[in-house]
């Protein structure tokens, strides 16, 4: 006969034992994770279309609402075909640039802007675009039908307002970064403006006119500007201040920014020589207190 545990020791359960336990913990686990991953997750893929739509599609589309810099895409699918639309979303500049007739139309049409290729698109994500856009179109008015444009005449404050927003001094509410940061314009300061985008002194003709540039604005859609305006949105008022200043603009000329290199080189080059001077006379001055008491010891010696 087996003898019994000694007293407060239990024996391990059999090895069947421990494995259904071991499932049941493994189950457990990933029931916790399931739960986790569906309470935490953006509110439903249904969802995430649309919210993606509206960030990346609408500053240059509407689905209904007419033309804006792209084309208006109701009934896009009826006008082309599903496979051609699909490898056009995927990697609009390629399509365009293998000399696909249609693609230069939509080129031409947009003056020369290319659509940029949506971030993060994927052949899952392009389909459920173009579902949501036959969805859409079947609508006598789709939610994408566009922002509503103030029709209200440009005065000269609106102009003056929108050139502060451009350079700085006028603080945009949501804490958006002055445009200056990254553009230039045809009256820029002497220094000029940032590097990393365009000159927008033409934006208003090259966007094709207020309601394109305003859309555009709502919701720029650059892989720089996007991350920077999502969580600082620009407000209706600066928006069509904005436009007014760049629309008075359309007749000038882009800045040159060789005169602004010029300017920084110099503003450089004068800065480096004040310095030099200002450190040479603090060095020739360095000893002075030392030597001022020596020659005075040696003089008050010489006279006694």
């Not at 006028?170 to 230039?184: N, W």
């Not at 045809?186 to 940032?194: E, K, Q, T, V, W």
């Not at 004068?270 to 060095?283: P, R």
């Amino acid at each position: 006969m087996r003898a019994n545990p000694p007293c407060g020791l239990t024996q391990k359960p059999p090895c069947n034992a421990r494995i259904a336990i071991l499932r049941r913990q493994v189950l457990l686990v990933a029931l916790c994770f399931s739960a986790a991953f569906v309470f935490f997750a953006p509110r439903s893929f249904g969802q995430d279309t649309p919210d993606y739509f509206k960030l990346n599609c609408t500053n240059c589309h509407t689905i209904g609402g007419g033309r804006l810099t792209g084309p208006d895409l109701k009934d896009v699918t009826k006008r082309q075909g599903r496979e051609w639309l699909l490898k056009f979303l995927m990697n609009p500049k390629a399509v365009i640039d293998s000399g696909d007739s249609y693609g230069k139309k939509i080129l031409e049409e947009s003056r020369g802007i290319y659509m940029p290729t949506p971030p993060g698109i994927t052949k899952g994500r392009a389909e459920k675009l173009l579902d949501l856009i036959e969805a859409e179109s079947l609508l006598e008015k789709s939610r994408f039908k566009g922002m509503k444009i103030s029709t209200a005449p440009f005065t000269d404050v609106d102009r003056a307002k929108g050139r502060d927003i451009f350079l700085g001094p006028f603080r945009l509410k949501a804490g958006g970064t002055a445009c200056i940061s990254c553009h230039s314009m045809f009256d820029s300061p002497a220094l000029g403006g940032g590097r990393l985008g365009p000159d927008l002194t033409k934006i208003f003709e090259r966007l094709q006119g207020r309601k394109p540039l305003s859309a555009w604005l709502q919701a720029p859609g650059t892989e720089t500007m996007q991350p920077i305006f999502k969580n600082h949105p620009l407000a209706e008022d600066e928006i069509h201040a904005l436009v007014a200043y760049f629309e008075s603009t359309t007749a000038e000329r882009p800045a040159d920014s060789s005169g602004g290199r010029v300017a920084f080189l110099l503003s450089g080059l004068i800065a480096a020589v004040v310095g030099i001077f200002f450190l040479d006379n603090i060095w020739k001055r360095r000893f002075h207190s030392v030597r001022r008491a020596l020659v005075e010891a040696n003089t008050s010696r010489g006279q006694s």
